[in-house]
Every structure is written in C-alpha cells, then in structure tokens.
C-alpha cells in the first residue's frame, strides 16, 4: 500500500434527536458545546488547522493533549510541500471539501457501517471515501468520488491519529454515545480522516438507507451541501433530486 498521511479532521458530532443538531454541527473539542448561533463563531486551531473550540480558554486548557496531534498534523502537511508537487494545496483543498460536505459524509459512514443495526461496527470498521480531482474550481467541487469501500479500522496506522480517535470515542461514550465513526477521506497518496461522534441508536431518527453510495455521488456531483438526513419523524422531509 502506499505511503499516505493522515491528519485527523475536524471533529463532527452527527445525529441527534432533536433538530438543532441534525445537521452535524461541530463541537468544541475541550468543553463539546455544540456550534450554534448563540456560540459566536468557533475558532480552529491555528496549528493544525483542523480541531476547533468555542472559546480561547477551552483551547488553552485543550492544549497539553491537543499538542502531539497538533505538531505531527501541521508538519505532514508542510513536510511534503515541494514547490511544484501541488501537495499542500491538495490537503488544504482535500479539508475543505471535508468541511463542506460533513454532514453529508458523516451520514453516509452511518449507513456505510450499519449503526442503526449494528452499533458494534463502530469499533470494527470505518469508511473509506476514495476522491478524484475534478476541474471545478469552488472547493466543494474540487473532488469526485471515485469509490467507497468499508474497511477495517486497522486501516488507520498512525499511531497518533489513533490515539486521537480513542480520545474522542471515550468522551463520546462517556456522554452515553456508541462511540466514533471514522470515516477516511482520500486522494491519491493525500488522505485524511474525520471522525464523528455517535449518539445511540435509541436517540438515532435516521431511517436506514441502502442507497447511501447514490446519494454521496449525487450531492457532490452536483455540487450541494445542503444535505440533510431524512428521519422518520419528520414525514415529507426528501432528497430532492
Ligand atoms: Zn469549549
Ligand atoms: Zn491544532
């Protein structure tokens, strides 16, 4: 297999019951305030670029266990800077699209991993989402999906990003979560991994979809990232293609 790097993403929390986090609003990764109108705006971290926080106390007290992932994120991506490679703008772009489409994404490794069903296979396997450059220009259109696969999680070496997983899946379980699905996001020897934060499967609406890998194709494809779960409770609620 080749060589590729995996900065861990931003974290998304998914699901929810109730309608202000249905969407897969981002959390604080020091306090887990959900992102909300009334929660300003978040700020990233400026070292990795990727994890974020409600307040500039949160971060400060985040620091001390942020910092290893922190380092080892920002000097991937600038180790491989070659001046003509086009590398570093590959993973900024590769965060952006991430960023644009998580909710979507962070459904379809739901569907993908079956956790409605099968909540266990949250801890055995992850989503892989294999990306081709395309020639659209806006960062939301810059990738197509060329593939997806599940995969075991050991498909996640690194040490360090798996450390930052278990970190989140214990503070996910500690809120009574089932844990954290991983989905890898990746193209060519570019990759990158978002995890997402579980409810469990009683406080789960999202009916289960069969044809999550359509959907996923549809709505990058066409370039929208107003992707909302549909959920058995709210009747009439639809894709619209
Ligand atoms: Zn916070
Ligand atoms: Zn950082």
Known sequence: MAYYSQPAAANYHTPPTHSVRQRGYRICDQCGAAESPSVSKFRL?????TT??????????????HKA????????????????SGYDNL???L???TSAHAPLLGWA?????QLKRIPANVRQNALLVELTPSDHHESHRRFSVAATHVVPRTYICDP??????????????ADGGIGTAVIIIQCGD??????????????????????????????????????QPISTTSRGVYYGY
């Open 45 to 49: 971290c400026g070292g990795c670029m």
């Open 52 to 65: 974020q926080y409600c307040s500039p106390d949160c971060q400060k007290v985040h620091w001390p266990s």
């Open 69 to 84: 992932i922190c380092q080892h994120t920002a000097s991937q991506v600038s180790a491989a800077k070659h001046p003509s």
């Open 91 to 93: 993973a900024k772009s």
């Open 95 to 97: 965060r952006k699209f």
């Open 109 to 113: 490794g739901f569907q993908a991993l």
């Open 160 to 173: 360090l990003v798996i450390a930052d997983i278990q970190r989140r899946e214990q503070r996910c379980r």
């Open 190 to 227: 570019v990759s990158q991994v978002m995890p997402v934060e579980v409810d469990p499967p009683s406080k789960i609406a999202w009916d289960s979809r069969d044809d999550w890998a359509l959907v996923l194709h549809h709505f990058v494809e066409s370039g929208r990232t107003d992707f």
